[in-house]
């Protein structure tokens, strides 16, 4: 990878996010959290580029920008239900004044970016291992061990009641199960992602035993 190229890229990646804290709504630390969230997923990104054979800078550069359409300041879920296509406009302006990567180039990292959400763009491209691995790298990332601690977090377990936790435990359990049976687009994201839900599976399942042993 040239690191150049890419220190470029951080940050303007960096500095855009950091909008986002002065949004209504928004903190500086959820900003800070926007931009952790997208070098990590520019090195899961990178990760499958390497096993897979796909080239690892381009990975790079799209997992760090996939979520640059949060520097839009959105207000309704139907906005934020946007953020991939209006990321990749975003990005196509910015890679373009780059000048370092020829326009089919920049045109299937920004179609990556666009379809992350939802699968769906605005303007043409291939659905390709390449372009649907940013938009995996991304749920690889959400399902990772700060996930445990959010969904705990936001559910406030520590507060809740036993017969409660146990609900919850269960209701978790239940919704790991299906998400194994999700495709992936290469077998490098699959084995990652089964990965990082196994974990979930077996730290709730350890949770429940404790619970059934607390009374
Ligand atoms: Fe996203
Ligand atoms: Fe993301």
Request: glycine share 6%.
């Amino acid at each position: 990878m040239r690191t150049d190229i890419i220190k470029k890229v951080e940050d303007y990646m960096k500095t855009e996010l950091m909008k986002l804290a002065g949004y209504q709504d928004h903190t500086p630390r959820m900003a800070e959290y926007r931009i952790e969230h997208s070098f990590r997923v520019a090195h899961i990104a990178v990760e499958i580029a390497r096993a897979e054979g796909f080239d690892e800078e381009k990975a790079y550069v799209a997992g760090l920008l996939h979520d640059i359409g949060y520097a839009v300041d959105f207000r309704t879920k139907e906005e934020y239900r946007e953020h991939g296509r209006v990321g990749a406009g975003i990005a196509r302006r910015f890679l373009k004044e780059l000048g370092c990567y020829r326009d089919e180039e920049i045109e299937e990292m920004c179609y990556a970016i666009a379809i992350h959400v939802d699968e769906k763009a605005d303007f043409p491209g291939e659905k390709t291992p390449f372009t649907l691995s940013i938009g995996e790298a991304d749920n690889i990332d959400r399902f990772d061990a700060y996930r445990l601690y959010e969904g705990l977090h936001f559910a406030d377990y520590m507060n809740l009641p036993l017969d409660e936790q146990r609900a919850f435990v269960e209701k978790r359990l239940a919704g790991l199960g299906r998400l194994l049976e999700e495709p992936f687009a290469t077998n490098t994201s699959a084995s990652m992602w089964k990965e990082k839900i196994h974990y979930q599976i077996a730290f709730y399942e350890r949770l429940k035993n404790q619970i059934e042993k607390s009374f």
